[in-house]
Structure formats: C-alpha cells, structure tokens
C-alpha cells in the first residue's frame, strides 16, 4: 500500500502569495492612487518649484558675466534638483512621520506583508513623482527659458545616475528624517527647515559664486548642492563651469558624494527606523 504525501496548507498558500518585489510593486500601485486622489497635494507638489521657477526666472534675467548663459537658464537645473528633493526627502519625512502618529504604521506591521514591501512602495512612488517633476521642469525650461537638451548619450547617462543617486539619498534620508518629529503635526516645521536651509546654502536659489565660501562648504555635506551642480553640468554648457567653487562639474565627485549618501541613508534608516511613536515605546 502506498501513501501519497499531502502538502500543508499553508505551504501551498505561501506558494501562491506574491514575493517581495511583487508585494512592493503592489503597494506601490496602493500609494500612487493614495497620492493622485488628493487634488490639492497633486497640485502643489508639481507647482510648487514651477510657481518658484517662474519667480526667480523674471526677477533675475540678465546675462551671467563670463559664463556665457542667463540667470534664468541656472535657476532651470537647480529647481529640478530641488524639486527631486522636495518628491523623495521632504514627501518622506512628512507622509510617513503622519502614518506614525496615526498608528497606520503598526497596523502594517502587523499584517503579514514584508517591511520591505512598505518601503519598496514608497520608493515607487518617489520614483514616479520625481520624474514627473522631473520633466515638468525640463519641459517649462527648454519653452521658456533656452535650455537646451543635450545631444550625446553621454549627457543623458550623467542625468540618469544623477537622478537615481540623489533620489535615492532622498528618499532614504527622508525615511530616517521621519523617526524625528514627536508628532505628525510637527513633522511639517521638522522637515521643511532643513530642507528651506539648504535650497539657499546648495545654489538652488543664490548663485554659487554669491554665496559665502563657509556656507557652500556646509551645503556640500549633503546630496542637493551635488545634485544642483550635476545637472548644471548635463544642461548647462561648458562655458558656465567657471561658476562652480571648483570651476568644474566634478562629475566623479558627484557620483561619490551621492553614493555615499546611499549609503549613509541606509544605515540612519536601519539605526532610527521606528514603527511607532515615541509615546507607545
């Protein structure tokens, strides 16, 4: 007589549940419709360095002395940068600090979704925002303001692993940021003073070559002001290098600077990461 061995229940379940990646694409999908249903967060998220944009490109529009390009044309790869920042960092740091407070986090937590897919579905939305933002900006720029996009692959390469670096560090710095503020209603004013602080001190909205020599060297601690100079560096021309501190793009510094961020991001997430709030231990 011979027996056929049955498989458990629940490993036949686990057969069919999605892996990780699955589970993160799903989330994903999840927090992008979050995202989209929110009309004025749409609104403002894309608008934002837009209106700002618009601003600074008509007050100042005068020729730069010797760098060959118009004020207007600097303000272009700065507001991108700032705006990948603004999608990745500043959206973190708020959006998961709130889902803390809400105790929206421990209920995840508890289910049995993987951690990683909650945070493989924040990345995808970052991703997709920011390059919304993205193009947005490059699209007002090359209509209104004379940018010109480049015209070898090699320039086009430098922007992706500019884009995929200092979002990345973003992000990662945004969910470490999150474990700061006491409250979701704090977490706005926590997150938005850095972030206001190093737009001015990273040439987002004062050239470089204004800015104090302390302060630029405070600015390149952190990803913006190397984000700033790598796509002044992809859109800008070469003439316009003699702006820069080191009056080049440094574009191998870029990458290391980015990359090491990466890297540090990742270890403040996996060091300050908390599930709940300070107030439930």
């Keep these: 007589m ?9 490993d036949a379940v686990a057969e069919r549940l999605p892996g990780i990646w699955g589970l993160g694409l799903q989330r994903g999908v999840l927090e992008l419709r979050q995202f989209f249903r929110q009309r004025d967060q749409v609104v403002f998220t894309f608008a934002f360095p837009v209106v700002f944009l ?3 490109a008509s007050i100042f529009r005068d020729d730069v002395q010797d760098a060959g390009i118009t004020a207007s044309q600097l303000y272009v790869p700065a507001m991108m940068a700032a705006g990948i ?29 993987p951690p990683a897919a909650y945070f493989l ?3 995808w939305l970052v991703l997709v925002t920011g390059l919304l933002e993205t193009v947005i900006l490059l699209l007002v720029g090359t209509a209104f303001y004379d940018i010109d996009l480049p015209s070898d692959a090699g320039r086009w390469f430098d922007f992706a692993w500019i884009f995929v670096l200092g979002l990345t560090a973003c992000a990662l710095l945004g969910i470490a940021i999150s474990s700061v503020p006491k409250t979701g209603k704090s977490a706005t004013s926590v997150v938005v003073l850095p972030f206001l602080v190093l737009q001015f001190i990273s040439g987002v909205y004062i050239a470089i070559d204004t800015i104090p020599g302390w302060m630029l060297n405070i600015g390149a601690l952190f990803p913006l002001k190397w984000m700033c100079q790598g796509l002044r560096g992809v859109f800008l021309p070469e003439s ?9 793009w440094e574009f ?5 600077v980015l990359g090491a961020w990466c890297v540090g991001g990742l270890l403040l997430c996996l060091l300050t990461f908390r599930w709940k709030n300070r107030r439930e231990g």
């Design 121 to 123: 579905g924040k990345i």
């Design 2 to 10: 011979t027996t056929t061995a049955v498989r458990p229940h629940s």
């Design 240 to 248: 316009a290098q003699v702006l820069e501190q080191a009056g080049g």
């Design 85 to 113: 920042m603004s999608t990745s960092f500043q959206s973190l740091g708020i959006s998961i600090a709130i889902e803390r407070d809400e105790k929206v986090l421990r209920r995840l937590r508890g289910t049995p979704m």
């Design 54 to 56: 618009f601003l600074f």
């Design 252 to 256: 191998g510094r870029i990458a290391l």
